[in-house]
């Protein structure tokens, strides 16, 4: 059974930063791409971005782009998102999710595993 466990969400003002950790247990990491993707309240959930398995390359949403940046620890079977520039509008939950097929798509309903989630509130 694999299992995603998020961590480093809190309060933050903005302008600041803080790095999101997500760590799976079970499957096979290496082989996932991975996706962070967050939901505000009354709103859908969105993607953020993505990783591929190697971690050569990455993809971002237009709102994140240039203040996020994902990376990710095969050894460590972890993913990480580093958030910069922090703004109230990203206030939200934050997900890590993992897909399995290579689809690299932005999709949530594509993704395999996800993790209980962890909040981020950015204050004004």
């Known amino acids: 059974q694999v299992q995603l466990v998020e961590s480093g969400g809190g309060l933050v003002q903005a302008g600041g930063s803080l790095r999101l950790s997500c760590a799976v247990s079970g499957g096979t990491f290496r082989t996932y791409a991975m996706g962070w993707f967050r939901q505000a309240p009354g709103k859908e959930r969105e993607f953020v971005g993505l990783?591929?398995?190697?971690?050569?390359?990455?993809y971002y949403a237009d709102s994140v782009k240039g203040r996020f940046t994902i990376s990710r620890d095969n050894a460590k079977n972890s993913v990480y998102l580093q958030m910069n520039s922090l703004k109230p509008e990203d206030t939200a939950i934050y997900f890590c999710?993992?897909?399995?097929?290579?689809?690299?798509?932005?999709?949530?309903?594509?993704?395999?595993?996800w993790g209980q989630g962890t909040q981020v509130t950015v204050s004004s």
């Open positions: 999710a993992a897909e399995k097929d290579y689809l690299l798509t932005r999709d949530s309903g594509r993704y395999d595993y």
């Open positions: 990783i591929i398995w190697s971690g050569e390359a990455t």
